[in-house]
């Protein structure tokens, strides 16, 4: 299921098991103020899985400064009773000089669960979508480390629709709000190009 809806309204009614997301840069400036924090904040505090919470960051530098996107998860994350079980790293070869050339991958939760502590995991960007920062091959790694077959995967910031395919793939169910219609509608097409044949269940 996919929703073209701001996830801060997604109903109470709807369970899912794990969730799997990468929160977006804000559309202002956000090195200065609290605006940031306190919308992921507005965001993550809804969150009720069954079992755990990844979160996929990348930091921020800028006049000499980081910028820890990973770090405001993992405070606000704590604040609602989430403790950090497993932080792995991914990387990549792109190059940019205000961003480094990994991501955090921070899994959380509130029952303790298996972990792989330090893990270095190496992926090719996928770059054929707009509004798309994860390879399929991540996200696959993820739903079959956290969760098991027939799992709910919840993607809040959906994007292009990456998690939900790689939920499919993995013979997992998707849920996924994106209040971007314009990344919404590609998210609906990309599922509707890669699973032709059940275009009737996304």
């Given amino acids: 299921m996919l929703l073209n809806i701001d996830c801060r309204t ?35 505090k809804l969150l009720t899985p069954t079992k755990a ?21 993992k405070n606000i994350l704590e604040k609602y009773g989430f403790r950090l079980s ?25 029952i303790p669960i298996k972990t792989y502590n330090n893990d270095i995991l190496i ?3 996928d770059t054929c979508y707009s509004y798309n920062s994860l390879p399929i091959a ?4 993820c739903i079959n480390t956290f969760s098991i077959e027939n799992d709910t995967i919840y993607d809040l910031f959906m994007g292009s629709g990456t998690v939900a395919v790689a939920a499919k793939l993995c ?16 998210s609906k097409n990309r599922l509707n190009t890669i699973f032709y044949n059940s275009r009737k269940n996304i």
Avoid: M
């Fill in 138 to 141: 991540l996200a696959e790694w």
């Fill in 123 to 125: 992926f090719k960007r």
């Fill in 53 to 73: 919470v990844t979160i996929i960051t990348r930091d921020r530098k800028k006049d000499g400064f980081w910028f820890s996107k990973a770090d405001i998860s």
């Fill in 171 to 186: 013979n997992r169910n998707y849920l996924g709000t994106e209040i971007n219609k314009t990344a919404w509608t590609i």
């Fill in 10 to 44: 997604l109903s109470n009614n709807i369970n899912y098991d794990y969730v799997l997301t990468s929160p977006p840069d804000p559309e202002t400036d956000y090195w200065e103020g609290n605006d940031y924090s306190n919308y992921l904040e507005s965001c993550y």
């Fill in 86 to 110: 497993d932080h792995n790293i991914w990387t990549h070869t792109e190059k940019d000089k205000e961003k480094p050339s990994f991501y955090n991958i921070q899994t959380f939760s509130k």
